[in-house]
């Protein structure tokens, strides 16, 4: 009697057992490159899987953790080092970093799940940036779903990935000819990234964007920050022989389909910004009739160019908001700001959301970094183009020539866009029948891409699939 009576409880607790863990919320680890311009979108797209049941923890450097400040109430952070949480030393050299961050990353990544697993909070999916793609290695030597989050668009990511497999011979045998590639319009040099363009420059982030693709084939799933009708070709040809899902515009939700009420901002920020100052400025100004100027975190223009962009802005003769970060504030012309005083507002940085949804900027003036892309994109404001490396050539050939949305201001034989060429494209992106045609494609892709975003719309339903994948555990794990 007491055998049966142990072996109905040990039937009880096992049941129990079972459907706790059905009723268990699936669980994600996000897993970022360290740098703002690939946390915000990661993030993003986290705010919108926890909306649909999952569990999420970002897994950050310790580092960055003790530089940067981290904004969220239900989303859990964890710390992991790279080999340098003290930051690393100026001038050190990108590539032993790189490998440091591979060997001490491998290890305390796999700690860091080891112990989230111990303390009762298993994590099931590993989502990893491809920047980093031993994620997936950590992932899959620990039974877990892996699933790459690219942060750059598909056109930018196929042409790496031809590069990647051999397809796209680099240096480039004919840098005169049309480059051929399948789901993409005829590109010509200048459109192509600069590590291409400019073979040999930046070796060591050319080796990352390449080698992205290492291993991917174990992945589960192939996330792209972006949405079907923008990329339409280039995701139906991808899609033949990968799992491709778009899962964006990755913006806070109260600039697109205000689904998530509370989702104003990205909530990770390297930078502070101006906002009231910002903000109390651009109230006073008529609505369309301010020039918005940044070149995101990164990209450093040289004393010319800084120049010749002062003076073109100062020849449009329209108000303008310029972000100037503060290490590049010396490059300024000396009398700029006395001579622009009553037309001008330069800050060291700003709610560049806030910014674009703002009635009156008129034109984005923009390096084309991807987020920045898919952000005036999503606000529906027309674009002067001025890319300076990695993929903004690519993104600024697709905002003028497929999405029709604003012009490249072209560079002279010397590499710098002139003031007359500056001021020239800005009129032509606001006066005339060409600026009233990029205007209408602008506030088109604004509604297309929050329509992406709404219930049943294209990136919605990819999330729906993936949750109710993690949910079921109906995919194959046949790589673990």
Not at 39 to 60: D, W
Not at 81 to 104: C, I, K
Not at 263 to 279: F, H, I, Q, R, W
Not at 373 to 400: H, I, Y
């Amino acid at each position: 009697m007491e055998k049966i009576e142990e072996d109905n409880q040990q039937h009880k607790l096992k049941a129990m057992e079972e459907n706790n863990q059905k009723q268990r919320a699936a669980h994600c680890l996000i897993f970022p490159y360290p740098i703002q311009g690939h946390i915000n979108p990661m993030l993003q797209f986290s705010k919108r899987l926890q909306q649909k049941g999952v569990k999420i923890t970002l897994a950050v450097t310790k580092h960055l953790s003790k530089t940067t400040e981290f904004k969220s109430e239900t989303i859990s952070l964890e710390t992991f080092s790279d080999g340098f949480d003290d930051g690393v030393p100026p001038g050190y050299d990108v590539e032993t970093y790189l490998n440091t961050f591979r060997e001490v990353g491998t290890r305390t990544l796999k700690e860091t799940l080891q112990v989230m697993s111990d303390s009762g909070r298993p994590v099931d999916c590993v989502i990893y940036d491809p920047f980093l793609p031993w994620g997936l290695d950590v992932a899959k030597e620990l039974g877990l779903y892996g699933a790459a989050f690219f942060t750059q668009s598909c056109a930018v990511d196929l042409i790496y990935h031809r590069v990647f497999t051999g397809e796209l011979k680099v240096p480039l045998p004919d840098p005169e000819s049309e480059i051929l590639i399948p789901g993409l319009p005829p590109l010509k040099m200048e459109d192509m990234p600069s590590f291409i363009s400019v073979h040999g420059s930046y070796p060591p982030i050319f080796e990352i964007v390449v080698d992205q693709f290492r291993g991917m084939e174990k992945a589960d799933w192939l996330f792209f920050n972006t949405f079907y009708m923008l990329e339409e070709e280039v995701i139906e040809y991808m899609a033949k022989s990968s799992p491709v899902k778009t899962i964006g515009p990755t913006i806070p939700s109260m600039y697109l389909d205000k689904r998530l009420p509370d989702d104003k901002e990205y909530g990770l920020s390297v930078y502070k910004p101006n906002t009231a100052a910002c903000m109390d400025w651009l109230n006073e100004r008529q609505p369309d009739s301010v020039l918005y100027i940044s070149f995101g975190s990164l990209a450093q223009l040289g004393n010319g160019q800084m120049e010749e962009l002062a003076w073109g802005l100062k020849l449009s003769n329209k108000h303008f908001l310029w972000v100037v970060r503060s290490s590049e504030e010396s490059k300024m012309p000396s009398n700029f700001l006395q001579e622009t005083s009553d037309k001008g507002l330069i800050v060291s940085w700003c709610p560049q959301l806030d910014v674009l949804a703002h009635e009156a900027i008129c034109c984005f003036i923009t390096h084309c970094g991807w987020n920045s892309t898919l952000e005036a994109l999503s606000m529906g404001v027309p674009m002067v183009a001025m890319p300076q490396w990695t993929d903004q050539s690519t993104n600024s050939k697709f905002v003028m020539d497929v999405w029709k949305m604003g012009i490249k201001a072209q560079k002279d034989e010397k590499g710098i866009v002139r003031r007359e060429t500056i001021d020239r494209c800005i009129r032509e992106v606001m006066e005339g029948e060409k600026g009233e045609e990029i205007k209408k494609n602008a506030l088109k892709w604004k509604e297309l891409a929050r329509e992406s975003m709404c219930e049943g719309g294209s990136s919605d339903k990819n999330i729906e699939e993936f949750v109710a994948s993690l949910g079921s555990n109906s995919l194959s794990n046949s790589s673990n």
